[in-house]
Structure formats: C-alpha cells, structure tokens
C-alpha cells in the first residue's frame, strides 16, 4: 500500500498529479471475490494544497469483464468516474464522507482504500453495452437475444388477447 500513501503533512508543491495502474493484484488487496479481479483501470489524481486544505481530485477509467445482464456472455464494459476528496488538519475521528481530517504528525494519507471504493462506484448497475444489436461488431451473443426478443414479443401479443388480466377492463372502457 506504499504507492498509496501521500504525505499530506508534508506537502511542498500546491499542485501535484499522481497516477496508478491498478489491475488484480490491487483488488486482491481488498476483495478476493469480486468481479473487479479481472479489470484493468488507469487512476488519475489531481492534488491542490492550499495551507491546511488539501483538494483531491481522483478520475477513474478503465474496464471491466463483466458477464453481460441481458446474455451472459463475458463482455469489456468500459468505466469512469470522477470523484472529489478534502483533507484537512484534524482528529481523525471527525473524519466524514466528503472530508477526511488527517492528524498534522501523522506521515501519510493511505487512499488505497478510497480508490478501490471510487472503482466500485464506477461500475455501472447494468451491465450491458448500449446499442449493442446495432454496433458492427456487437460483443453479445445474438442468439441469445433473438431468443430473448422473441419471448418479449410473443409476451405481447398475448397481453392483447382477452385472456389477460386487463381483457375485462379494456372491453368495459371500448364500451
């Protein structure tokens, strides 16, 4: 976790940029069973120092191999997200979401943690590519969703009849 620690205390500079290259063996860290494992992601941070306020300014890219929510199939789901914490001088204690206190003897900010968060917040909740029947080379498995369209229409053809639970309703609004 070396690579990760900042010495805030310490700062010189008013500006400053790190960057990390994050795959499986920084996940294992935290997670041996998440999805993340098998992802590649490219951290950027933006330092701004200003006396006792520390600005950090975290964007997140990368991807993913996630299973697809409509197919199954594995696909690469491309992710970022752009992400702010404040360091201020303090009892670590008080620390909040938005503002972490750091103690002013202390060597180091560790944000291993906050970046590994920052990534899991990245991830989108449904994981599909949009547009993907249309792309040109599309990554999910087309049977699957010509079936899956096939299902979904024949679904609606039949809440037309008047075997549906809204047949009786449609026939006394017509009336």
């Given at each position: 976790?070396?690579?990760?620690?900042?010495?805030?205390?310490?700062?010189?500079?008013?500006?400053?940029?790190?960057?990390?290259?994050?795959?499986?063996?920084?996940?294992?860290?935290?997670?041996?069973?998440?999805?993340?494992?098998?992802?590649?992601?490219?951290?950027?941070?933006?330092?701004?120092?200003?006396?006792?306020?520390?600005?950090?300014?975290?964007?997140?890219?990368?991807?993913?191999?996630?299973?697809?929510?409509?197919?199954?199939?594995?696909?690469?789901?491309?992710?970022?997200?752009?992400?702010?914490?404040?360091?201020?001088?303090?009892?670590?204690?008080?620390?909040?979401?938005?503002?972490i206190l750091v103690d002013p003897?202390?060597?180091?900010?560790?944000?291993?943690?906050?970046?590994?968060?920052?990534?899991?917040?990245?991830?989108?909740?449904?994981?599909?590519?949009?547009?993907?029947?249309?792309?040109?080379?599309?990554?999910?498995?087309?049977?699957?969703?010509?079936?899956?369209?096939?299902?979904?229409n024949a679904n609606n053809s039949?809440?037309?009849?008047?075997?549906?639970?809204?047949?009786?309703?449609?026939?006394?609004?017509?009336?």
């Amino acid at each position: 976790m070396a690579p990760f620690r900042i010495p805030v205390a310490s700062l010189k500079a008013e500006e400053a940029r790190y960057h990390w290259e994050l795959g499986p063996d920084f996940f294992r860290l935290f997670d041996d069973e998440h999805e993340t494992e098998k992802g590649k992601f490219s951290v950027d941070m933006d330092l701004a120092y200003s006396g006792t306020l520390t600005t950090m300014i975290f964007h997140i890219r990368g991807v993913v191999e996630t299973p697809c929510d409509r197919c199954l199939t594995m696909i690469d789901m491309p992710i970022e997200g752009d992400y702010e914490i404040i360091v201020k001088f303090g009892n670590p204690d008080e620390s909040t979401d938005e503002v972490i206190l750091v103690d002013p003897e202390s060597n180091g900010l560790n944000l291993g943690k906050h970046i590994y968060d920052f990534v899991l917040l990245s991830i989108p909740i449904s994981r599909r590519i949009p547009e993907c029947e249309t792309s040109d080379n599309p990554p999910c498995d087309m049977t699957v969703l010509a079936y899956l369209s096939k299902i979904e229409n024949a679904n609606n053809s039949t809440q037309d009849d008047d075997d549906s639970p809204w047949g009786d309703l449609k026939k006394v609004i017509d009336n």
